[in-house]
């Protein structure tokens, strides 16, 4: 029911900045937390920043004071802002919603993930 679209990877020097954005359609009803997490390779998926509904965020240690994320609850699309981007920072970077729907008069609840956006950061 819900699609997430992610935008704005690509290949950058260290030092430098992106923004990520990741866009939600479908039948939604609300969209509670959104998120952006990354995978290396060889590496496990993790958290890198989580935003609320009412705009409480959280961090991984090592994007604060970085990274900033933010939503647009009117567009129903969220962003990620890295500042000052390390190599370590490469990964693939996927957004993700847990949503509530109305379909056919009943409330249902989901989890969506993006497809993924590469993010290069050479030295």
């Known amino acids: 029911q819900v699609q997430l679209v992610e935008s704005g990877g690509g290949l950058v020097q260290a030092g430098g900045s992106l923004r990520l954005s990741c866009a939600a359609s479908?039948?939604?009803?609300?969209?509670?937390?959104m998120g952006w997490y990354r995978q290396a390779p060889g590496k496990e998926r993790e958290l890198v920043a989580v935003?609320?509904?009412?705009?409480?965020?959280n961090y991984a240690d090592s994007v604060k004071g970085r990274f900033t994320i933010s939503r647009d609850n009117a567009k129903n699309t969220v962003y990620l802002q890295m500042n000052s981007l390390k190599p370590e920072d490469t990964a693939v970077y996927y957004c993700?919603?847990?949503?509530?729907?109305?379909?056919?008069?009943?409330?249902?609840?989901?989890?969506?993930w993006g497809q993924g956006t590469q993010v290069t950061v050479s030295s």
């Open positions: 935003i609320t509904d009412n705009g409480s965020t």
């Open positions: 993700n919603a847990d949503w509530t729907a109305r379909v056919r008069g009943v409330m249902i609840a989901g989890v969506t």
């Open positions: 479908g039948i939604i009803f609300s969209i509670n937390h």
